[in-house]
């Protein structure tokens, strides 16, 4: 009641009235749905509208008070103070006098401040938006000319602007498109509805917070709507937090194509609504890890999207990077793997935004994958071109460096890195993967130390442990293994078995290789199998899964070096030195 009446008495005596008469409170102090036609007047109603006609007592009659009436109700239906718009609105040359007038016979005029008082704007308003008032004439005709002129300040604030997110940046303008949607309200419901859909959509994409504004107008008239709008607005809502409900945003795409088939969106770009509709289909199905469901939803929004939306391009490239990256690191893991849909996706995402070092790294990722080290050399020099202190970049082009055996090359990228980011471990892991091919074994347990002390649970444990293997280092061996394989790993408890079969320890070999061939299996990395196989005793199958792989050219290079290195470490147990032997053959004939 307190929100309702304003401190008012005169609201607050007739509320009393009406409640000692029976009246709900509720019926009383908000507005009910529209009664039946001869149903009579609701309580709510009946107060609006005897406080507005209390406060306008003196404009009603008398022929010369009527345009009192007709300046009380242009400032009642402006959305905020315009001294132009109401100019425009009156038809009025010399406002400030007109104004001043009304000033001397109303006390409820703010004449500086180009308002009413608070309080009669509230009742004001309610009262206007009846259907009887709000239809009337010279309602309309106000809010026409308003419409009318506000038309044209977004053609000219717009002129030269062809991309909306750049409209909305524009303060002026974006507070002029809801000054807009709010008087195209006031014409109608049917009205405010059809401008407002089109400005959510491209809200809804570019600037929420701006589409919070906007539906903040729709919400000040939902009480006059009817059902259909009252959800509409309501679903529309839902899904501006950051993280709405799946439900939600299905809800709301599905109305707005609806809404869209009937003809609803035209006052809009078509091709720009198609592109946003697609896109965020593809963000939603992205949250619900449907990727390539996801990725076919970009490329159809690319299908629609034209030149001129440069933010919208920006937006869709990121959808198609962020996709790449679930192709290659499927499932969350560490190691990137080939994906001819993660390379596709990378591919559009450069084609969109040449502008972004993230999507250069990753396309180098892609083509490193595929052996195609030139390209991913060249990738990773434009992504530092574009961002010289991005470390990863530095790391990523020594890693490539490293495989094409570019050692100096590799180990000078690898220091960038680190002089860019002390406390980027991966650098130095690189460093010691260098320094090992090298020969180079002290320095090369050094770097996975440093790496170790940065990041303990980076991986390292598993390298410097293999390290210890190889240099036959058996008791640093088991200590780094131990401690490598309580990530549980594949790769460390390989290493960790064939320590034990090194040691002829075949029983813990065994129980290890059988742990890490379970958990091979369940990652999809095919080459490992193989060499599992071997290790488990079927030497028949691991050889040739591993020819296969071979012959398809579904090993990386790097992947290549480091098997082989393998099977020359396993080659020291006579029970595999015949395979593992064959298995380097194969592995050292491939090599370039």
């Known amino acids: 009641m307190a929100r309702f009446s304003w401190g008012i008495p005169f609201v607050i005596r007739q509320a009393a009235v009406m409640w000692r008469e029976g009246k709900p409170i509720e019926e009383i102090v908000a507005p009910a749905s529209a009664p039946a036609l001869g149903s009579g007047v609701s309580a709510y109603d009946l107060v609006i509208t005897t406080t507005s006609e209390r406060f306008l007592v003196h404009c009603f009659g008398a022929p010369e008070q009527e345009a009192d009436l007709e300046a009380i109700y242009a400032l009642a239906l402006m959305r905020r103070p315009n001294a132009e718009l109401l100019r425009q609105m009156l038809d009025e040359t010399d406002l400030e006098a007109r104004l001043q007038g009304l000033k001397e016979r109303y006390g409820f005029i703010l004449v500086e401040q180009l308002r009413l008082d608070e309080k009669l704007t509230q009742f004001l308003r309610a009262y206007l938006l009846a259907d009887l008032h709000r239809t009337s004439q010279r309602v309309q005709t106000l809010n026409d000319r308003a419409i009318a002129w506000l038309e044209l300040q977004v053609e ?227 992504a530092i071109a574009l961002d010289p202190k991005y470390a990863y970049s530095h790391h990523g082009l020594g890693n490539v460096y490293s495989v094409q055996g570019c050692y100096d090359e590799a180990i000078a990228a690898f220091h960038h890195a680190i002089a860019l980011n002390p406390k980027y471990a991966s650098p130095h892991h690189g460093l010691g993967d260098v320094y090992w091919a090298q020969g180079c074994y002290d320095e090369a347990i050094a770097a996975f130390h440093q790496a170790i002390s940065l990041d303990p649970n980076g991986g390292d444990f598993n390298s410097l442990g293999w390290l210890y293997v190889v240099t036959k280092d058996y008791e640093n061996a088991k200590k780094a293994l131990e401690r490598a394989i309580e990530d549980v790993g594949w790769a460390s408890l390989f290493n960790y078995g064939l320590l034990w079969a090194l040691q002829k320890n075949w029983e813990m070999a065994q129980e290890n290789w059988q742990k890490g061939y379970q958990l091979c299996q369940e990652d999809d990395s095919p080459e490992a199998e193989a060499f599992y196989c071997i290790a488990l005793g079927d030497a028949d199958k691991g050889l040739a899964d591993l020819k296969t792989l071979l012959d398809q050219e579904l090993i990386t290079l790097w992947s290549k070096r480091t098997l082989l290195l393998v099977a020359q470490v396993m080659q020291r147990c006579p029970e595999f030195e015949e395979t593992a032997k064959q298995a380097a053959d194969m592995l050292e004939s491939s090599l370039p």
Request: aromatic residues 12%.
């Open 156 to 382: 000219d604030k717009a002129r030269g602007i062809a991309d909306t997110a750049e409209k909305l940046e524009e303060d002026a303008l974006a507070e002029t498109l809801l000054d807009l949607t709010h008087h195209q309200f006031w014409r109608s419901e049917d009205a405010g509805m059809q401008y407002l859909v089109p400005r959510f959509v491209e809200g809804w994409q570019y600037d929420r917070y701006w589409t919070r504004s906007l539906l903040e107008i729709a919400e000040s008239f939902q009480p006059y709507m009817g059902q259909d709008s009252q959800k509409r607005v309501s679903r529309f809502e839902k899904v501006l937090s950051f993280n709405p409900d799946f439900d939600d945003v299905n809800d709301v795409l599905t109305d707005v194509e609806k809404l869209q088939q009937r003809g609803r969106l035209a006052d809009g770009n078509q091709a720009e609504q198609d592109t946003i509709l697609w896109l965020q289909k593809g963000q939603l199905v992205y949250r619900q890890e449907r990727y390539a469901d996801a990725l076919e939803c970009y490329l159809t929004a690319e299908k629609h999207l034209t030149a001129n939306f440069n933010q919208l391009r920006k937006d869709l490239a990121q959808g198609f990077y962020r996709v790449s990256g679930k192709f290659i690191w499927p499932g969350g893991r560490d190691d990137a793997v080939y994906s001819a849909e993660g390379e596709h996706a990378i591919k559009h995402a450069l084609a969109l935004d040449i502008e972004q070092s993230d999507y250069y790294c990753r396309f180098a990722v892609i083509c490193a994958l595929s052996g195609e080290t030139e390209k991913a050399i060249a990738a990773f020099h434009q």
